[in-house]
């Protein structure tokens, strides 16, 4: 795993999380229980982690989910924003093994192990954390936050493996080979 930090982190951070809070209230809800839905900012989620790391990752979930909460909700959900953060880490953990930004992302194996990474850390979140901490800190009914989790984890695996996957591998094939990043003398 790579720990550089520079100008390209912090950019992507800033654009990442831009585009996961107008895209917020991009979603269709299951109409099963409330407050789950099909959200398409998972995707620029996982593309974003998966391409620069697991800070990247973490910060896009914890602000990106924080602000588009406080923005469009009135008031953040903090059970649901940990849990984003801590899947843009998993992810961002193995973005070095995805090689999307070398432009080796077309590979089977690459795609199904970015598809297993991200549906671990879906269930880690979303099955996991969340409805933990929807019983520690607001005292939620067990039974509402885990079948709220199940179906946040179910939609996010879909959202994740169709466009995240699509996103990182048109990004290979195409923009890792031609960054406008670069630095100045």
């Known amino acids: 795993m790579k720990t550089k930090f520079g100008i390209k982190e912090v950019v992507a951070i800033g654009i990442g999380t ?5 895209l917020t209230n991009v ?44 923005l469009f909700y009135g008031g953040v959900w903090w059970s649901w924003v940990f849990p984003d953060a801590l899947f843009g880490i998993v992810v961002g953990l193995f973005a070095s093994k995805y090689a999307i930004r070398e432009g080796g992302f077309s590979n089977g194996k690459t795609i199904v192990f970015f598809n297993v990474v991200q549906v671990i850390g879906n269930a880690l ?10 019983i520690l800190i607001y005292a939620e009914p067990a039974a ?7 179906l946040a984890f179910i939609g996010n695996i ?27 003398d």
């Open 18 to 22: 831009a585009l996961f809070v107008v």
């Open 144 to 150: 509402k936050v885990f079948t709220q989790g199940v």
């Open 125 to 134: 979140a979303w099955i996991g954390l969340a409805p933990l901490l929807d």
């Open 158 to 184: 879909i959202v994740a493996g169709v466009l995240g996957t699509l996103l990182a591998a048109a990004y290979s094939k195409v923009g890792a080979k031609s960054s406008s990043l670069t630095k100045e």
């Open 27 to 70: 979603q269709v809800p299951f109409g099963i229980i409330p407050n789950t839905a099909l959200q398409s900012r998972v995707a620029i989620l996982t593309f974003f982690a998966a391409v620069f790391g697991p800070v990247v990752g973490g910060a896009i979930g914890l602000i990106g989910h924080a602000l588009g909460d406080a």
